[in-house]
C-alpha cells in the first residue's frame, strides 16, 4: 500500500493539480499566488493598470503598474542582473487596447554596442511575448537606433530630453500602419516620443506603446482594465 502522507510523488502530482504556494516571480518567496500572479505583499504594492494620453507623438500608452517596490525590483532583475525568466511574468502583465488595431508591434532598439554589453534588448524579449499572445506580426528591423548615447536611466530629466535627439531612424516599411513601440519603462516618455517622431516622419499611420511601468500618472490617465 502507498502512504498518501509519506509518498513524494504523490505530493508533487497533488501540489501540481491544486497548487497550494509557487514562487512569486518579483519578490522571489514561495507563498500563494493571486491577482496578477503575484503573491499578496507584492499585488498590495503595485498600482491598477493604466492608460496615459497625451503623450507627444504618441496616440496613447498602457502602463501594467507604478513603477516602485517589487515591480521596480523584478525590472530591475530582468534589465541588469540576468533574470531574464521574469520576461514572461512581466509581459503577461501588458496590454495592448483593442480600438487600437495594430499592424506591428516594434521594439524599442538598443544600440548594438549595449546589445554587446547587455547581452539582449529586454524590450525585444517583452515585444516577442506580446506579438505570439495578440497574434500580431513583429518587426525588430523597422526601428533602428543609429546613435549611441548615454543610459537615460543615468540622467536628470532635462538632459533626458534631448540625449537622444536624432538616434532613431525608422524604414518606410511602417507607410501606412498602426505601430505599437514596446518598452520596459515610460519616465519622461523622451524615448517613446524620439521613436514615434523617427516612425511618424517614414509614414507612419499612428503611434501607440505599451510599457511595463510608469513612474508618472498624468491627470488624463484613465483605469485599464
Known amino acids: 500500500m502507498i502512504s498518501l502522507r509519506n509518498n513524494r510523488f504523490v505530493e508533487l502530482f497533488l501540489d501540481a493539480l491544486y497548487?497550494?504556494?509557487?514562487?512569486?516571480?518579483?519578490?522571489?518567496r514561495e507563498a500563494a499566488l493571486g491577482e496578477y500572479g503575484v503573491c499578496d505583499d507584492?499585488?498590495?504594492?503595485?498600482?491598477?493598470?493604466?492608460?496615459?494620453?497625451?503623450?507627444?507623438?504618441?496616440?496613447?500608452?498602457?502602463?501594467?503598474?507604478i513603477y516602485k517596490?517589487?515591480?521596480?525590483?523584478?525590472?530591475?532583475?530582468?534589465?541588469?542582473?540576468?533574470?531574464?525568466?521574469?520576461?514572461?511574468?512581466?509581459?503577461?502583465?501588458?496590454?495592448?487596447?483593442d480600438t487600437w488595431a495594430i499592424d506591428v508591434i516594434v521594439p524599442v532598439p538598443l544600440h548594438k554596442r549595449r546589445i554587446v554589453q547587455r547581452g539582449f534588448n529586454q524590450s525585444e524579449l517583452l515585444a516577442r511575448r506580446l506579438s505570439k499572445r495578440y497574434s500580431i506580426d513583429l518587426d525588430t528591423g523597422i526601428l533602428k537606433r543609429i546613435?549611441?548615447?548615454?543610459?537615460?536611466?543615468?540622467?536628470?530629466?532635462?538632459?533626458?530630453?534631448?540625449?537622444?535627439?536624432?538616434?532613431?531612424?525608422?524604414?518606410?516599411?511602417?507607410?501606412?500602419?498602426?505601430?505599437?513601440?514596446?518598452?520596459?519603462?515610460?519616465?519622461?516618455?523622451?524615448?517613446?516620443?524620439?521613436?514615434?517622431?523617427?516612425?511618424?516622419?517614414?509614414?507612419?499611420?499612428?503611434?501607440?506603446?505599451?510599457?511595463i511601468a510608469t513612474t508618472v500618472m498624468n491627470t488624463t490617465a484613465h483605469m485599464y482594465h
Not at 497548487?19 to 522571489?28: A, Q, V
Not at 531574464?84 to 511574468?89: E, M
Not at 505599437?180 to 516620443?193: E, M, P, Q, S
Open 19 to 28: 497548487p497550494r504556494h509557487c514562487t512569486c516571480p518579483t519578490c522571489g
Open 42 to 65: 507584492c499585488r498590495d504594492s503595485i498600482a491598477t493598470p493604466a492608460t496615459l494620453e497625451n503623450i507627444e507623438g504618441i496616440e496613447a500608452i498602457t502602463a501594467g503598474f
Open 69 to 97: 517596490d517589487c515591480i521596480k525590483q523584478s525590472i530591475v532583475d530582468f534589465k541588469y542582473n540576468g533574470k531574464r525568466y521574469l520576461a514572461d511574468f512581466l509581459a503577461s502583465q501588458m496590454h495592448i487596447d
Open 147 to 211: 546613435v549611441y548615447t548615454k543610459p537615460q536611466a543615468s540622467l536628470g530629466a532635462r538632459e533626458r530630453g534631448h540625449n537622444l535627439d536624432g538616434a532613431f531612424v525608422a524604414k518606410d516599411s511602417c507607410k501606412g500602419k498602426n505601430i505599437l513601440l514596446v518598452d520596459d519603462v515610460f519616465t519622461t516618455g523622451a524615448t517613446l516620443r524620439n521613436c514615434a517622431i523617427a516612425l511618424n516622419a517614414a509614414g507612419a499611420s499612428k503611434t501607440y506603446a505599451a510599457v
